[in-house]
Each structure stands twice: as structure tokens, then as C-alpha cells.
């Protein structure tokens, strides 16, 4: 996410309570999980695993757990805790509002749009025109929504990321505050009782034109593409792209940080553990050329 | 779905701007999809590889792309735009009234149902006596609900059929606009965050006395007979005829079109991607009598 | 459950319309289905199959439809009809209050905890201190929750189990009364559109530090250990035992009555169908041992 305002390293490092090595006066404009990460962006790193890819990003500012010298044009904060950091500084600069009302009175809302009563609508949500939104719906705060957009009742969109750091110490799960955001393009369409997560630093994002049945999850900071179609009780984990035209059948499940092809197929149930090329069908869990699965399962009756 | 009033061929072609062939003073009297069409209906194609099937159907009246003799017993309107002009007739003839109040004034409930805070009830809704109805489930406008019926919270019941054309042309998924209904037997009970889309043009009917458990997809004009258990998490495509006492046991998916014959038993996650005879039990995916799939499982477990 | 206030099998016998043999002045202090049970007890057997069961439990009262001398320290009590006998007595000893308002005057709601708009919470839900409950949850009668327990949109807390008696000479399915409960641990989040359901007679627990996604259902009378990650749609039976620390991935589905052991970790999609040791990862549906399934795979692939 930005941040406003734009803050110093200095400033930073000093309300963490750290040391530093870099420009005091450098002025970081966004927190950002290291998936999605731009020049002028905060990420955070407390595995030596996982250093040199915190440290080779676009990253301006690293919050590392180990005293090292400083890399040229990087700036390094140093952290006892850079999770526990992390998080004090998302939460530093979100504004978490209260809800009073159903529709809070932030929120924005385009001319010709119908919203059903019992919907939920929270703070500083942009509602695009001429959308649908039926009875029970929920959307958390700041969430984009385009025009001509229909959303079926009791579906759930920004709820947060299932994003947790296991604390060797205490075997305790501890959440990453989400403050990514979910954006919907137009002529969207959402079946009912689905969910919908915000990004965790990013945003989780819809594309126009594309259709989703009922009962279906989309994990924190996945991109799904132009004119997908998505069948029932779909479940699509975090940071996953799926390219325009895709179209996944029903019950499908789609594991994290993959990539599906423009114009690819998954046939029901296949499970997706491994990136897809476009333009072909996939059928199995994990997923192969449905082709070959179905030579696999002619071969196995055939023993 | 039955239209009111009846109208006459010609004054549908007018009303469409189209030309027709046959009877200009036969009355209309319905308007259907294909695969549940009857006498004095009108049905759409748009497609030379499904015009036989149309044109061999019970619907009286063919709206379709292309202008050619028309059969004895048969009339004819000749769209460019069959689908399109399809959509325009069912807006004509659907009454799409306003949500200001959780529980419309025109629904009717029986005596002796007890209705939880926020259910929202929409127009023109029938619920029998005695039923029980949890917090925050939505029922969609004209939905017919039997007696003894207990649904529990954050159930839909009747929201749109998962139904588009896609428009080669431009790549876009174009809505078809569901005007059916969804029809509940008596003593149904249908567990929590379960979604029942209603019929594209004919009715989603689930039978008396059958059992739904929680987050259970039940598709458009799906059809389940009386005194069937579907475990939770089931999901059921569109266009699927269940007989009576199916059990379907949990996370099960079941394509569209199939029929599961009487007392058959499809074990958990299965995938039914064909129809089943009654009085087996099925088990993987795709599904086959279980049995087989057992021996499948140890022979490659022997390789 | 307990029963309030205790009873003597004289007055159960009599309110049933039923004879018995036992002492007549012992006091029933709970009604509980055969999986568990305790002294001072009353549990329904009607299948001469599980007779041996219900005799030789701990339960101090029987409730059977076949007259037979009673067992030492055993309590019998006759029905033409244990399952609706028992049913009945639920019934008797279950205040089942209206709900007028979204939130119960007896629920008991603690210090810092966040309730948003549209959530229901019915009669004697016990919610401890800061808690955050987002819009349109359902949280039925006498459910209780901890501290610091974070539940997302729609997400549905006590619904009835799936439990019922098929009667043979009619083919319908006979609803069992769920009396149990909920009960769930502190610093647990549970996510959006997830079902839990409430215990039949007993309780179905969540425990301190477990997370949930998404679209998940946990069956009724399962007892989930601590610092559990369940990914999004995982779908559990009921009367299930999960022990600490243990990991299910995305839509993995899990059989009535199994122990998943501690640490274990199920991956994405597999089907749990036996009872699971610890520290083991699993996948496959049925679920083996990771490591033999992926050379069933490479075997596959092979042949």
C-alpha cells in the first residue's frame, strides 16, 4: 500500500524504536509484502533464506532482523522483530474507522446502482454506476467496485488475507495485518456466498468481464484476468495470476503464487499445484493435459 | 416461464422489430430454453448445430437467425440477434420490483413460521406453515417454499442461473437473464451458506422431505427428488435431474445435464461427469461404481 | 448436554409415557448421544447392533426399544420409540427463546469487542473481550466464544447439525434435535461464509489459537486442537477429533468419526478416510502418506 504521508527513513526508524544504515532523509512511499514490491517501498525480511530477495528487489527500504553493511542505493532498518515491525507500521498508517451504519456515509456510490436492503457497505468503499447488489452483501472498507457490476447476496468482499507468521517460540500463529484492497473491474459479475480477500499489502483484483458462479474463494493479492469464467465452489489461493479468457469448471482448486495461461481450461475438481500454459485443457489434481489424464485413467482400468 | 398475458406472435415480432413466418394470431403463452420446453411456448437458437433440436421441440414458436421455410405446426421469428431479442421478451414480461423493506409486503407466509432478525424475503415470495427461518438468509423475488421447512442462516435461495453467451465477436460473456423460480418441497431442510440458484427460464425444484447440510451449490433448473441427504459442501451444475433418495455424500460435484437414478450413493468428492443408474454407489473422479474404483486404487497400489 | 434441573428416571418415565426397571429415585443429570457419554447420563440405543454399545457406556440410563433384564448399575428405560423418546426429552429441557433483536438482551458480550452492523447473535451467547465480529455473522443461542477472536462477514455459528434417522417404513429422514454447542477458544479468526455447526448433544470446539479460512464447514460434536491452520474450503465431518497443530490444505475433506494426530499436515484436495497419525504429511483422496502417493503418481505416469 502507499503510505500518507510519505514518511523519512528517519522518522520510521524512529518510531519503531531501530537503528539504520542508509539516507535518513530518504522518503519511503509505500509498505509492501515482498511479492509486489516498487522503488520507494518498505519490505521486511527475517529469514537469511530469504535476504538476497529482499535485498535484489525494487525495495528502497529493507526492515532485516541481522546488523549487515548496506547495500549500494538500499536503505537497511534494523529489527529484533521485522514481522511484529512490519505490522505496528501498516497499522500506523491505516485508519481503521468505526461502523455505525450499513452503508457508511464514506462511502461513494455511481448513479443507477440498486443495493438491496441489509447490504454493508464500509468506509470509503467506491461503488462504480448501474451495478446490482443483492440483499446481505458485505464489502469492507475501501474496496473498488466498477460499473455494471452484479453481486449476489451474502457474498464477502475484503474480508483479510489468511497470511500468518508461526512463531517457532510458541507454535502461535500471528497475523499479517491486511491492508491491500480489492478492486473489481466492470461488467463484473459475483455468484452469491463467495469470498473475496483483500491483498495484503496489494490488491486482490477482479477483471472486467469476468463472471464468477457462487460460493467461490479468491485469496489476498491474486489477479485474475479479463472475461474469465469461474464455476461454483472454486477456490483460487493468494498471489495467483490467471490470465484473461481462463476458464476454471467447478470445485477447482488453484495453490498459491501460480500462473494460468490466457485462454487455458481446468475441467472440474483438478487441482492446479503448478503454473499452466494458455490455450489448453487440464484435467486432474495435480493437473495435467486433460489428454493425459484421460490415457492415465484408461490405462489404470486397464490393468 | 409462463407469460401474462398470452400475446400473440404478432405482436412479439412487432414488439421485437423482427419478421416471422406462420400464424400471426397464435398465442403465446410461455417463454423456455430448450431443454424444458412445452406446447405454446416460444425457445431461441442461434446455432445451425442446434436448430434441428429446436425446431423438432415441443415449443410452438422458433426464434431464430436465419430466414428458411417454416415447418407445418411450427411458426417462426427471425432474429439477427436470438439470444438479445430472447433476454429483451423475458425483461418485457418479468416484474422486477424495488427492495425497500427486508420482508416485501407481498410476500405470503404461513402460520406458525417463525422468521429470524434479517432475513430479507423478497417480492411475490410463498413460504408454508410452520417453517422455520434462520438470521440473514435472502430469498429472491417469487420463490415457492413448502411447510416444515428449516433453512439456516446466510442461505440464497434464488439467486441468478451461472448461464452466458459468449459473444465471439468481442470475447465478452453476455448474461442470460434468469426468469425462473425455485420451488421447496415440504419438511426440506437446507443447512447454512447453501446457494440455490433459480431456473434460467423453468423452475429449480427440490423434493419433499430431501436434507441439504451447510455451503451446498445447487445449479439453475437443477431438479432433486424427495428424501435425498446431500452432505456438505456438495456441488451440483445446472440442469441436473437427482432422483428420489440419492445420497451424495460431502464436497461431491455433480456436471450439468446428468441424471442420478434412485437410492444411488456417490461417495465424498466424487465427481459425477456422466449419468449413474440408481441403487449403486459410486465413488472418484470421474465417478464409477465403487467397487471398481477400489480395485483401481489397490492395483495401482500393487504396480 | 446437562439437563437442568437433574431428574429422577421416575419422572422422565412418566413424562415419556414409558415403563423401566432401575431405581427409580436415580437423577439423570444430562442427555447425551452414545460418542460421548458420562455417569449420570441418559443415551437412546434402537438397533439391537448397538445395543452392546449403549449397555456397556457410561451412561446410567438407557433408553431401548426391547424389554430385557437390566444390566448391574444400569438404568433401563422402554420405548416403542427411543429416537423420538429422546428427541422429546431435548425438546423438554431446551429453552428455544424468540429472537426479536439482531443481538439477544441475554447475550453477554465482553470489554473492546467490536460488533458491526447486521450481526445476529441469539439468547445466552457468551463473547469474551476484544473480539472483533464483522457484518451479517449468525451466532446461535448459547454458542461461546473467547478473547481476542477475530470472525469475518457472514460466517454462521450454531447451526443444527446434519443428523438424522432414516424411518424405514416411510423413508423420510427424522430430524435429530442438535442441543450442543459451540465453543471457541481465544485468538482464534475463523473467516468469511464458514458454517460451524453446534454439537448434537455434546459440544463442537474450535481451539485457543486456530485459524480458519474461508467457505469452511466443521460437522457437529468435532473438536478441533490448538494452533490449527485450516485453508479455505476444507470441509469436516462431524464427531471428529483434530489435535493440535495440525494443517489441512485447501478443499480437504474429512470423514465422521477419524483423529487427525497431532502436527500432521493434509494437503490441498485430499479426502480423509481412516484416522491420520502426526507428524506425517498426507495427500490423496483417500489420504496416504504423502510420499507413497507421489510415486503412485510417477507409476502412473509411467505405465
Known amino acids: 500500500m502507499k503510505i500518507n504521508p510519505?514518511?523519512?527513513v528517519q522518522w520510521i526508524a524512529s518510531f519503531l524504536g531501530t537503528g539504520f544504515s542508509g539516507n535518513p532523509e530518504f522518503m519511503?512511499?509505500?509498505i509492501n509484502e515482498i511479492?509486489?514490491?516498487?522503488?520507494?517501498?518498505?519490505v521486511f525480511t527475517d529469514h537469511p533464506k530469504y535476504y538476497d530477495k529482499a535485498l535484489s528487489s525494487k525495495a528502497s527500504v529493507v526492515l532485516i532482523d541481522r546488523e549487515m553493511?548496506?547495500?549500494?542505493?538500499?536503505?537497511?532498518?534494523?529489527?529484533?522483530?521485522?514481522?511484529?515491525?512490519?505490522?505496528?507500521?501498516?497499522?500506523?498508517?491505516?485508519?481503521r474507522g468505526s461502523h455505525e451504519k450499513m452503508i457508511s456515509s464514506t462511502a461513494v456510490i455511481g448513479e443507477g446502482t440498486v443495493i438491496d436492503p441489509g447490504v454493508f457497505i464500509g468506509n470509503n468503499v467506491v461503488i462504480g454506476k448501474n451495478c446490482r447488489l443483492h440483499s446481505h452483501i458485505s464489502v469492507y472498507d475501501c474496496c473498488?467496485?466498477?460499473?455494471?457490476?452484479?453481486?449476489?447476496?451474502?457474498?464477502?468482499?475484503?474480508?483479510d488475507g489468511f497470511y500468518y507468521k508461526k512463531r517457532a517460540e510458541t507454535g502461535r500463529h500471528e497475523k499479517f495485518i491486511s491492508c491491500g484492497n480489492v478492486i473489481i473491474g466492470d461488467e463484473v459479475e459475483i455468484?452469491?456466498?463467495?469470498?473475496?480477500?483483500?491483498?495484503?499489502?496489494?490488491?486482490?483484483?477482479?477483471?472486467?468481464?469476468?463472471?464468477?458462479?457462487?460460493?467461490?474463494?479468491?485469496?489476498?493479492?491474486?489477479?485474475?484476468g479479463k472475461n474469465c469464467l469461474l464455476a461454483a465452489q472454486v477456490g483460487i489461493a493468494g498471489m495467483v495470476?490467471?490470465?484473461d479468457e481462463v476458464t476454471l469448471w467447478g470445485q477447482v482448486g488453484v495453490i498459491s503464487n501460480v500462473v494460468i495461461g490466457k485462454g487455458a481450461v481446468v475441467l472440474a475438481q483438478?487441482?492446479?499445484?503448478?503454473?499452466l500454459k494458455g490455450n489448453a485443457v487440464y484435467f486432474g489434481s495435480p493437473a495435467v493435459e486433460a489428454r493425459e489424464k484421460m490415457r492415465e485413467i484408461v490405462k489404470l482400468k486397464n490393468l
Open 6 to 8: 510519505p514518511s523519512t
Open 28 to 30: 519511503v512511499t509505500g
Open 35 to 42: 511479492h509486489r514490491v516498487e522503488r520507494g517501498d518498505i
Open 69 to 95: 553493511p548496506c547495500p549500494d542505493g538500499k536503505i537497511l532498518i534494523f529489527s529484533k522483530d521485522p514481522f511484529g515491525d512490519f505490522n505496528r507500521l501498516i497499522l500506523r498508517f491505516t485508519t
Open 144 to 159: 473498488v467496485i466498477g460499473n455494471n457490476v452484479i453481486i449476489h447476496s451474502n457474498t464477502v468482499i475484503g474480508s
Open 191 to 224: 455468484g452469491a456466498c463467495c469470498t473475496i480477500d483483500r491483498g495484503v499489502t496489494h490488491n486482490t483484483v477482479i477483471g472486467s468481464g469476468t463472471k464468477l458462479d457462487n460460493l467461490i474463494q479468491v485469496g489476498h493479492d491474486t489477479v485474475i
Open 241 to 243: 495470476t490467471i490470465e
Open 270 to 275: 483438478s487441482g492446479v499445484a503448478k503454473s
